[in-house]
């Protein structure tokens, strides 16, 4: 019963630290994923703006 105890916590802690790697993973692929494309999205947006801009 010990063993079960201590080895329920420690896959617990294990689980934990896998998550936090995993959401830490995402993180980067969505930073790096937005420099990216936000660098190709500003030129249609400064498009707009300039086209809508009073003269």
Do not use: H, W
């Amino acid at each position: 019963m010990i063993r079960r105890i201590f080895q329920s916590e420690t896959e617990q802690g294990a689980s934990l630290v896998e998550y936090t790697l995993l959401i830490g993973l995402i993180a980067l692929v969505c930073i790096g994923a937005v420099t990216a494309l936000g660098n190709q999205a500003d030129e249609p947006f400064k498009a707009v703006t300039s086209s809508l801009a009073v003269p």
